[in-house]
């Protein structure tokens, strides 16, 4: 069945990406929203941090799920822009919908790291990943 897919789409597939989800995603919860800047921002931070994501070794050797480290990302631009406390309540109501686990191990782990990996960033220090 997938083979029959896979050739009728002429082998044009995306695999998914914390780019993408975000990019898909992000809209649903910030629809109502009226700080755009506060938004835009919070979008490009959370790609941002997708980014940085596939430089660091313990994102690429500890399969991550990119589903994970995309709503780490989102949670922690939510939190970083203080959004309204009603986007991070719709986004935990979207992903209830959807049978994602935000407090799971893994989005906590990718969170933390991201946290670091900003930190870093921020600061010009690379010796946390060396």
């Known amino acids: 069945m997938e ?18 989800f975000i990019e898909n995603f992000f809209p649903l919860i910030m629809c109502d929203v009226s700080d755009e800047f506060g938004v ?8 941002f941090l997708t980014e940085l994501s596939v430089c660091v070794y ?12 995309a709503i780490a990302a989102i949670l ?8 309204p406390h009603t986007i991070e309540d719709k986004f935990r109501e ?8 935000l407090n799971s191990p893994e989005i906590s782990k990718c969170g933390k790291l991201l ?16």
């Not at 313990?58 to 480290?69: A, D, E, L």
């Not at 979207?94 to 686990?101: F, G, K």
């Open 3 to 20: 083979l029959s897919v896979a050739d009728t789409l002429g082998w044009h597939l995306h695999p998914p990406t914390s780019m993408r």
């Open 40 to 47: 835009a921002s919070a979008l490009e931070l959370s790609r």
């Open 58 to 69: 313990q994102f690429t050797s500890s399969n991550s799920k990119p589903s994970s480290v």
């Open 76 to 83: 922690l631009s939510i939190s970083h822009f203080q959004l």
């Open 94 to 101: 979207l992903a209830a919908s959807l049978s994602l686990e």
């Open 115 to 130: 946290s670091v990996i900003y930190a870093c960033h921020i600061s010009h220090d690379p010796t946390p990943f060396r």
